[in-house]
């Protein structure tokens, strides 16, 4: 039981990070005056790409290891 709260606990944390980094991309493209603090903008939405590509990695391990490549699943 714990360890199916653990995986969606996780779930939810990478889903969010996803999230959050591209709602930080969306303001960097279309309002580029309210991050004026941020002066190498390609850097800073790298940085973004960088962490939504790392959750979506997380979340496909997630995956793997609530369904096997063996068709079974954890919680049968």
């Not at 980094?21 to 190498?40: C, K, Q, S």
């Not at 903008?41 to 940085?47: E, L, M």
């Not at 959750?55 to 096997?68: G, H, N, S, T, Y």
Request: aromatic share 6%.
């Amino acid at each position: 039981m714990i360890d199916k709260l653990i995986l969606k606990s996780l779930r939810r944390k990478y889903e969010s990070e996803i999230d959050c980094a591209r709602t930080n991309v969306e303001v960097y493209l279309n309002h580029p005056a309210g991050v004026a603090e941020h002066p190498d903008i390609i850097s800073s939405v790298d940085s973004q790409m960088n962490i939504m590509a790392e959750a979506r990695d997380k979340l496909q391990e997630l995956d793997l290891i609530e369904f096997p490549a063996d068709g079974t699943h954890r919680y049968d």
